[in-house]
């Protein structure tokens, strides 16, 4: 019923014209949350009680040996059964059987290769999201890497396939930064991730390394998501076809993006995390499907502590920004320090959404514990981040619903996903403007190199639009530009919705890029 009345609401919105129509509109429905694209699947068990389990930090992945002077990684994608919410056992999807996956602490000038080995029952693409990757080891929606032990199926489909095994050219020449590497198959991106298919990919450098930010044990990478749970513990996905082999996307009710009501961070639900009271560096990302963050940490009986941000999707700002509250759309990541030292010790700071309600307003706690020397700082001056300066060429996409065969699903220009029909061929090294329009929220990525926000709505930049990024958080109606230039690799690439359900659902558009003309 609750389904039917808000297909019926929409409906008539996309009648009305889309994105104007939705334009300042706080609410879509009644079971859409503020602030959301999305609606929430309740879990079928009871959830724990935040702050009850520490905050775990994802192991860091070494290299096995090198190979043509690159150093050489070895991954396996398997399942395995995990402890998630205490005294149960829930079955992931993990890179090297981990949720999230191992964190790769990689340098810029050094290249690595990843050795991708498929143990899951289906085939898998792992992309590197915010790396500038030549286009073989992209990821590419439709280069399946098939399970070992199936050499027959899935043969008809059109991409490069590999099979058991497939390496990935990572030749790291960017400049510090936080990634993090996910599943990208076409149609079935949203159930891989949310089965655990993530994980961070740090790329350092000299100019981060000489600053004198926190770090050690006070530099904490947070990975953001919600899941759901089954009655026994399992996490949750209203896939429509639970084999996740053919038919993509999620039941009617949830095309807006799936919002699971438990909050975990690093994998843990809600948990608590004991601190020096002195800065602390935070690495965030939201690896969420479809829901979006507006972090705030609270203190009792205090003012909140604000977040001075450092760097963005594409690494360190030129210089500091500070928020009260932190809006972390799905793929984005924020580098931002917190001064624990603010609060006596025994105070108990958390990290809040305040688009949350209940339990999805609580995010992560720290409790200051300790007294300690901090001889950290931020620097007015972090780094040198080059203007863009935009050519003459301009082009547009339209974020919106539309048709997917039979079904319904999300479009870019009013096109599904069509993996051999370009939406754009770019000139490497010509810088353009890209205008983004949306009828409701959409997270806007575009792969192979970052960009930086002009305008919106014909404003300056928003207040997380700072520095180099991969993905921008268009918010419902709204229209951002943002200046874009591709360098070094020529082939084919994606820029898609971060919203993963409407990913899956065809919001997706190759992007060629060529060498240009001599
Ligand atoms: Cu985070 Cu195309 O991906
Ligand atoms: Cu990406
Ligand atoms: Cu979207």
Same mark, same amino acid.
């Given at each position: 019923m609750r389904s039917l009345s808000r297909r019926g609401f929409l409906g008539v919105l996309a009648a009305a014209g889309g994105s104007a129509a939705l334009a300042g509109c706080g609410a879509l429905g009644i079971d859409t949350p503020p602030g959301q694209t999305g609606d929430t699947l309740p879990s079928a068990r009871p959830l724990p009680e935040p702050y009850r389990v520490p905050l775990p930090r994802p192991a860091v992945v070494r290299p096995v040996g090198t190979e043509g002077g690159a150093d050489l990684y070895a991954i396996t994608q398997r399942s395995a059964d995990v402890e998630i919410l205490p005294g149960t056992r829930t079955t992931i999807w993990g890179y090297d059987g981990t949720f999230p996956g191992p964190t790769f602490e990689t340098r810029t000038g050094r290249p690595i290769v990843v050795r991708h080995r498929n143990e899951l029952p289906v085939p898998t693409v792992v992309h590197l999201h915010g790396g500038h990757t030549p286009p073989e080891s992209d990821g590419w929606p439709l280069d399946l890497l098939l399970p070992v032990g199936q050499p027959t199926a899935h043969q008809h489909m059109p991409g490069d396939l590999a099979l058991g095994t497939r390496d990935h050219h990572y030749p790291t020449t960017q400049r510090a930064a936080t990634l993090w590497y996910h599943d990208h198959r076409m149609d079935f991106t949203g159930p891989a991730v949310y089965f655990g298919l993530a994980g961070l990919h740090l790329v350092r450098d000299?100019?981060?390394?000489?600053?004198?930010?926190?770090?050690?044990?006070?530099?904490?990478?947070?990975?953001?998501?919600?899941?759901?749970?089954?009655?026994?513990?399992?996490?949750?996905?209203?896939?429509?076809?639970r084999?996740?082999?053919?038919?993509?996307?999620v039941e009617d009710e949830w095309m807006e993006g799936?919002?699971?009501?438990?909050?975990?961070?690093?994998?843990?639900?809600?948990?608590?995390?004991?601190?020096?009271?002195?800065?602390?560096?935070?690495?965030?990302?939201?690896?969420?499907?479809?829901?979006?963050?507006?972090?705030?940490?609270?203190v009792p009986g205090g003012p909140n502590l604000p977040f001075t941000q450092i760097g963005s999707d594409g690494g360190l700002l030129a210089a500091p920004v500070e928020h009260a509250t932190l809006d972390v759309a799905p793929g984005e990541r924020f580098d931002v320090v917190v001064d624990l030292g603010q609060v006596p010790v025994g105070t108990e700071v958390t990290m809040v959404n305040v688009l949350g309600r209940g339990g999805t307003r609580e995010v992560l706690r720290f409790r200051v514990v300790r007294a300690a020397r901090d001889d950290s700082a931020v620097p007015t001056r972090l780094s040198e981040v080059e203007q863009l300066v935009p050519g003459p060429v301009r082009r547009e996409f339209v974020f919106r619903r539309g048709a997917l065969g039979d079904h319904r699903g999300w479009t870019i220009n009013d096109r599904t996903f069509d993996p051999d029909g370009s939406q754009a061929d770019v000139p490497l090294g010509e810088t353009e403007v890209w205008r983004f329009r949306t009828?409701? +929220? +959409?997270?806007?990525?575009?792969?192979?190199?970052?960009?930086?926000?002009?305008?919106?709505?014909?404003? %300056?930049?928003?207040?997380?639009? %700072?520095?180099?990024?991969?993905?921008?958080?268009?918010?419902?109606g709204e229209i951002v530009d943002v200046a874009v230039r591709f360098s070094d690799y020529a082939g084919r690439f994606v820029m898609h919705c971060h919203n993963l359900e409407h990913e899956d659902m065809a919001m997706m558009a190759t992007v060629r890029t060529t060498r240009s003309k001599p």
């Open positions: 000299e100019v981060e390394e000489a600053l004198p930010l926190p770090r050690g044990d006070r530099e904490i990478p947070l990975v953001l998501c919600d899941r759901s749970f089954t009655a026994d513990a399992q996490f949750a996905y209203p896939a429509l076809d084999t996740l082999t053919r038919l993509p996307g799936v919002l699971g009501d438990c909050i975990l961070v690093n994998g843990a639900p809600w948990p608590v995390a004991e601190v020096d009271a002195a800065r602390h560096r935070l690495r965030i990302l939201n690896a969420a499907n479809a829901r979006r963050f507006s972090l705030a940490l609270e009828d409701v +929220h +959409h997270p806007v990525h575009v792969h192979l190199d970052p960009f930086q926000v002009l305008a919106r709505d014909g404003r %300056g930049p928003g207040p997380f639009d %700072g520095g180099w990024k991969d993905t921008v958080d268009v918010r419902p």
